[in-house]
């Protein structure tokens, strides 16, 4: 019996586990001011801008019918791929609050000038326009927000679990925001609903304005112009052309295998995301019987794959799995398919769509963190600019496919090719993001770093490179580390043991465990002004000159820090 009996209990323990860990990480997230207003701020955005999209629709159809509706998506679809690249260079040039409050603006203006063409009965193709550059204006949005978010985190897994809030955020907009849009214009007009959506831009300007970053990741945010120049990231490429720094993003993606590798993932994922607006409605009509009407229900069961899927994944956030997971919800996209092609029935589809659900928010929040651990931050609004166009144009090439597909092979082939050709590579991927699950793990001592004032306001992504780069020494008792008067390139923590400060045979201070010394000389440009020695068998970790000063001076909280350690120490010399 004890045997039978320690399973259930051991899964119970698992969804218990999963549910603090998830709650741990949401309380975290929401603990955060910049974070709790950036996730409100995404939220009503969303639910007004899928209110407004259903609006759009349901008044196109109106006036011109599925054919027109099908154009227009085509259409707005092709210039979203390539207004998102292009719009995303806005978010590394500027910085990046301001770049969202003005899409926000913007924005909210456009929808309320195509309010005004409604009511004034404009041509439905100028109306048409302006809904476009709506679209066109909000593709800068969630690059600038994906690349922003690591200056409002403290942690690596905050990160993660930050993106997974968005990505649940996003789940729950896709089925309030239509729910919404269509339940105000049965009861009210088209208008209402475009005066609703600029009122949550405004909403989202006016949380984002009160945004202070807690890490300084990026040089352009809240920086003036002296610290911008003297704090330019060291790895950071000269000044380039307008259609250089377009590319910038797609060069960069090219140049790292592991970037690239997750973009071909995402972008099989999207292929079947496509894909599903298509099969979707031939589910309802062909297996359910319930009509295109039936698409609302199919929605419905992704919906609570997804939010489930979301919590699971803001569980597994702490857990530094997220390459793994990646690949794992890009087989969860597809493979399900698999159920459909062996027993089409309504209990099949409804479990296919609920795994797809599922997987949806493991690849979101993954490919995600996954960027912007892996991107440098002068270049990471590009790089996601760049995956919005690519994962956009494979989105419509699904769309596009699927119904030549069907047409040609009928239901289950078609399933049988979208469940094969996303799946298999992501299970061949699978070792490669073990591999790289385990180079982004948290470097050794990390914590020891973020426990010292210099480096405290830093992004999750630069204390992680700093902890990585670092050396070590071990130095006896007695030894001298450094002299008065040598050249300043090391800046030195201790790891262990003891070390005393003297200047011109004065002792000054002894530092113990996780105490530092070495920066008045590299922030100054100057030779060493004390002398350091080891008073026990001491270990030390070492940083470089250049590692040093692109951190600190590309950080207006971490230069503050370091000059009032500079003024302190030389007032107490």
């Not at 709506?134 to 800068?140: F, P």
């Not at 440098?376 to 699927?402: K, N, Q, S, W």
Request: charged share 15%; hydrophobic share 55%.
């Amino acid at each position: 019996m004890a045997v039978e009996t320690e399973p259930p209990a051991s899964r119970s323990s698992g969804a218990r586990n999963a549910v603090r860990d998830a709650w741990s990480s949401l309380r975290s997230v929401f603990l955060n001011p910049a974070l709790r207003r950036i996730q409100l701020a995404l939220a009503g955005s969303m639910v007004g801008d899928w209110a407004y999209s259903t609006a759009v629709i349901v008044w196109a159809y109106g006036v011109g019918g599925a054919k027109l509706i099908g154009i227009w998506s085509a259409v707005r679809l092709l210039m979203m791929a390539v207004a998102a690249p292009l719009g995303a260079t806005l978010a590394d040039r500027f910085p990046r609050k301001l770049v969202l409050i003005a899409s926000d603006v913007t924005r909210a203006v456009l929808v309320l000038v195509a309010t005004a063409m409604l009511v004034a009965d404009a041509p439905t193709l100028a109306i048409l326009v302006v809904a476009t550059l709506v679209s066109l204006v909000g593709c800068v949005f969630r690059p600038a927000q994906m690349a922003w978010l690591p200056s409002l985190t403290d942690k690596p897994e905050e990160l993660a679990a930050a993106n997974g809030a968005s990505s649940t955020i996003e789940s729950l907009a896709f089925f309030l925001g239509p729910a919404l849009g269509a339940l105000l214009i049965a009861t009210t007009s088209v208008e209402v609903v475009f005066v609703l959506n600029a009122l949550t831009f405004l909403w989202s300007a006016f949380l984002i304005t009160g945004i202070h970053p807690v890490a300084s990741a990026c040089p352009t945010d809240e920086t003036d112009e002296t610290t911008r120049t003297e704090g330019a990231d060291s790895d950071a490429p000269p000044p380039e052309g307008m259609l250089r720094e377009m590319a910038g993003g797609f060069v960069h993606i090219a140049k790292d295998r592991d970037l690239t590798m997750v973009a071909f993932l995402v972008s099989t994922q999207t292929i079947v995301a496509g894909a599903s607006v298509v099969f979707g409605v031939v589910f309802a009509v062909e297996i359910l019987g319930t009509g295109p009407e039936g698409v609302g229900i199919i929605d419905s069961a992704f919906g609570v794959g997804a939010i489930v899927g979301g919590f699971v994944a803001i569980a597994r956030a702490a857990k530094n799995r997220i390459a793994s997971d990646l690949a794992l919800g890009t087989a969860l996209w597809s493979l399900p398919l698999l159920l459909v092609v062996a027993f089409p029935s309504p209990v099949t589809v409804f479990a296919a769509v609920i795994l797809l659900g599922f997987g949806n928010p493991l690849v979101d929040v993954n490919f995600v963190t996954i960027v912007q651990r892996l991107a440098p931050d002068h270049v990471l609004g590009r790089v996601f600019g760049a995956y919005e166009g690519v994962l956009i144009a494979t989105m419509a090439l699904g769309a596009v496919v699927t119904p030549l597909l069907l047409d040609g092979f009928g239901i289950r082939w078609t399933m049988l090719v979208l469940a094969l050709v996303v799946g298999l590579p992501a299970l061949l991927s699978l070792p490669r993001c073990l591999r790289l699950d385990a180079t982004l793990q948290p470097p050794e001592h990390l914590d020891l770093l973020r426990g010292i004032p210099i480096f405290a306001p830093l992004a999750p992504g630069a204390l992680e490179g700093l902890a990585r780069g670092l050396g070590r020494r071990h130095v006896a008792r007695g030894t001298q580390v450094i002299g008065t008067g040598e050249e300043s390139d090391l800046f030195f923590i201790i790891e262990g043991g003891r070390v005393q400060v003297t200047q011109d045979g004065t002792v000054l201070r002894e530092e113990g465990p996780g105490e530092f010394f070495g920066e008045i000389g590299l922030l100054r440009d100057a030779p060493r002004s004390a002398t350091i020695t080891a008073v026990e068998d001491t270990d030390l970790l070492t940083m470089t000159r250049e590692d040093f000063l692109a951190a600190v001076r590309g950080a207006e909280e971490s230069m503050a820090a370091a000059n009032e350690v500079v003024l302190r120490r030389l007032g107490r010399a």
